[in-house]
Nanobody, 120 residues
Framework: QVQLVESGGGLVQAGGSLRLSCAASGLTFRSFAMGWFRQAPGKEREFVAAISWNGGSTLYANSVKGRFTISRDNAKNTVYLQMNSLKPEDTAVYYC?????????????WGQGTQVTVSS
């Protein structure tokens, strides 16, 4: 059974940093592209960042480019999202996703989410 478990969310002041982690099990992690999405209250889920199976390629939403960094450790079956210079508009539930091909809104597997709240 595939599981993606996010952690690292919390409450932080604007300008602060958080690092999210997503631990994967039940799949051959190194064979999957990984990504992060977020959903704010009353809004649709939106793409945040994605990383290829070997970490050689990354992609970011314009809204987080230059502030967030996605990375992965295939030895630990974990993907990370380093979030710096956080803004109140980054407040959302952050979801981890895994896909055998490219990350998209209907990716193969999803985590349950972790709440990130940025206070002004």
């Amino acid at each position: 059974q595939v599981q993606l478990v996010e952690s690292g969310g919390g409450l932080v002041q604007a300008g602060g940093s958080l690092r999210l982690s997503c631990a994967a099990s039940g799949l051959t992690f190194r064979s999957f592209a990984m990504g992060w999405f977020r959903q704010a209250p009353g809004k649709e889920r939106e793409f945040v960042a994605a990383i290829s199976w070997n970490g050689g390629s990354t992609l970011y939403a314009n809204s987080v480019k230059g502030r967030f960094t996605i990375s992965r450790d295939n030895a630990k079956n974990t993907v990370y999202l380093q979030m710096n210079s956080l803004k109140p508009e980054d407040t959302a539930v952050y979801y981890c996703a895994a896909d055998r091909n490219n990350i998209h809104y209907h990716s193969d597997y999803w985590g349950q989410g972790t709440q990130v709240t940025v206070s002004s």
